[in-house]
Nanobody, 125 residues
Framework: QVQLVESGGGLVQAGGSLRLSCAAS????????VGWFRQAPGKEREFVAA????????YYADSVKGRFTISGDNAYNTVYLQMSSLKPEDTAVYYC??????????????????WGQGTQVTVSS
C-alpha cells in the first residue's frame, strides 16, 4: 500500500504561481511514474502532467505546456508540480497519482495504482 501526501494548494490570482508537492510515506518514487490530474466541478478528471522517475522523462497536457513543470528531488522522495501563469480555468482539485507497474507513462487515470487525497487550487480573475 502506498500512501500519498499532497500539499501546496491554495488561492492565487490569475498570473500567479503555486507549487504542489507529492510525497509517499516510507518509499521513494524512483521506479514509478508519478502523475498529476485535476478535476473541476462538473467535469471529468483530466491528465495534467507526469514524470517517469526511472529516466526523468516528462509529459504534459497541451493546456498546461509551457506553464507547468513537473520535477522530482534528487532521490525522488518528492515530486513537484510548479504552476505558473495560472488562469481561472486551472481551478480544480489536483490529485497526485502513482503508477508502480513500470510500464511507462500512460495518460489515462485508470493506469495509476494509488492516489492522494487531492488539494484545491483556486485561481481568481
Amino acid at each position: 500500500q502506498v500512501q500519498l501526501v499532497e500539499s501546496g494548494g491554495g488561492l492565487v490570482q490569475a498570473g500567479g504561481s503555486l507549487r504542489l508537492s507529492c510525497a509517499a510515506s516510507g518509499r521513494t518514487f524512483s521506479r514509478d511514474v508519478v502523475g498529476w490530474f485535476r478535476q473541476a466541478p462538473g467535469k471529468e478528471r483530466e491528465f495534467v502532467a507526469a514524470i517517469d522517475c526511472r529516466g526523468g522523462n516528462t509529459y504534459y497536457a497541451d493546456s498546461v505546456k509551457g506553464r507547468f513543470t513537473i520535477s522530482g528531488d534528487n532521490a525522488y522522495n518528492t515530486v513537484y508540480l510548479q504552476m505558473s501563469s495560472l488562469k481561472p480555468e486551472d481551478t480544480a482539485v489536483y490529485y497526485c497519482a502513482v503508477d508502480t507497474t513500470q510500464q511507462g507513462w500512460r495518460r489515462y487515470h485508470e493506469a495509476y495504482d494509488y492516489w492522494g487525497q487531492g488539494t484545491q487550487v483556486t485561481v481568481s480573475s
